[in-house]
Each structure stands twice: as structure tokens, then as C-alpha cells.
């Protein structure tokens, strides 16, 4: 007998700054001012005023931002389609790429290892995309007392942590956002990202990269992967309890 099934969203969104189209990005049609406001500030620097205004066109699959002006940012003639928004793109050695992440405060959190694993099991319950399709991204922002701030989600996980900063960014808390978390594996675009913010722990229940444990360790950035109720692998210093 036939069932309705969902499929994840996905669409073409691209951002025009300057009157130039500066980039693409493959993203699900949701959130975008988040997701514009948070790409602009861990691939670009830019923090925009939570009042700024954006013109938004939807056709079909097919969504232009226009950002308005900003002077610091150079748009290029072709305009890039991300699809890891790494910003490793720009970054022709290893080693600048480890040089384009800063140092991070060592900040620790309030919580235990269950604690965490029992807020994953809260954030996957309020993760509506990823249990009606399967093939959705998410993730959440904890301030240092092991509080879940914001929990987004995305076609992408890389614009999911996009999304939860700009949700940040737009109502002034991301000063206290402490630690990522993250239901997918751990990449270097990742780590870029938190450590961009000043976010000092990232969790995953997924695996951790190479790059990305060699950010961490340079950027005094703590990553817990392969989470679980009373076990998992750390990378850095430990800032959670045990």
C-alpha cells in the first residue's frame, strides 16, 4: 500500500553582496536570514547589525539574497558554489589553514559526559526534518552552564552550524555559546567555523578528521566525537566532566 514519504529540501541559494553575486550555497529554504548572517561571519568576518534588512527573491528552487553593501568583503566576477563551506578554498597550504583559525579561550563547560548525551537525545527529538526524512543535518549552541541555546537544522551540516550562529549572531548571545554540537562527523570546516566564533568545544556522535583534530590541538579547541551515554573520544584538552 502507498505511504507519503518526505524529502529532505534542498535549494540554490545566492548570496549578492556589493551588487555581485559573492557565493552559492545548496541549502534547505529555511532560517535564511540565519543562514546568511552566519555564513557572512565564520567565512567572511562580517558581522552584520541585527537590524540589517535583505532582499529576499524566491523562484522555485532558486533563492537570491541581496546583503546590500558591505565594504570589507571583495566579490569575485564567478561567484563560487560552496558545497562544504569549508573556506579551505582560499587556503593553497596546510598550514594556512591551521593559521586561519585563532586561538580559543580555554572556557569550561558545567556538565557531564550522560548530561550531554541526554541533551543529544532531546535535540534529535526536536529535529522534525531529520525524523520525517532521514536526510537532514542539525545542529546546537550550549552556553557554559550546559544550557541548549538554539538547535537549527539543514540539508548541510556545515549550514546548520551556519544557522545556529546567525541565530546567535542576530539575538547577541553568541558571546555565550561555549560549545557545537553537531549529528555529523567532524571536519576541519567545522572546527574553522566554531573556533571563528570563539567556540571553544565541539561534540559529535560521529567520527573527527585528521585536519580537524590537528585545528583543534593548534587552536586549543576540545572535540568529543563518538558520543555515547558513558564513553567517547576526545581530542584536546578535556573540558567537560567525566
Known sequence: MPVQEYIADESLITIVVNDAELTQLLASNDSLSDLVIGHLATEYGVRLESN???VVEHESKHVTIDV???ASIQTKDIPRLV????GGCNSPTVEGLMSSIPIVDDEKLDITIEDIHAI????????????KTG????????DKNGQLMV?????????????VVGYALLQEQIDQAVALLVSGRIGWDIVAKAGRMGIGTIVGLGACSTLAADAARS???????FLKNESAVVIGSLKIQM
Do not use: P, W
Not at 543529544?120 to 525524523?131: A, L, N, R, T, V
Not at 538547535?151 to 544557522?163: L, S
Open 135 to 142: 536526510g537532514m543535518h542539525s545542529a546546537s549552541l550550549l
Open 68 to 70: 546590500g553593501n558591505i
Open 83 to 86: 558545497t562544504t563551506s569549508c
Open 120 to 131: 543529544y537525545q532531546s535535540h534529535f527529538e526536536k529535529s522534525d526534518g531529520f525524523s
Open 52 to 54: 540589517s534588512a535583505f
Open 151 to 163: 538547535m537549527k537544522e539543514d540539508i548541510g551540516r556545515h549550514n546548520a552550524v551556519d544557522k
Open 219 to 225: 587552536s586549543n579547541i576540545s572535540i568529543i566525537s
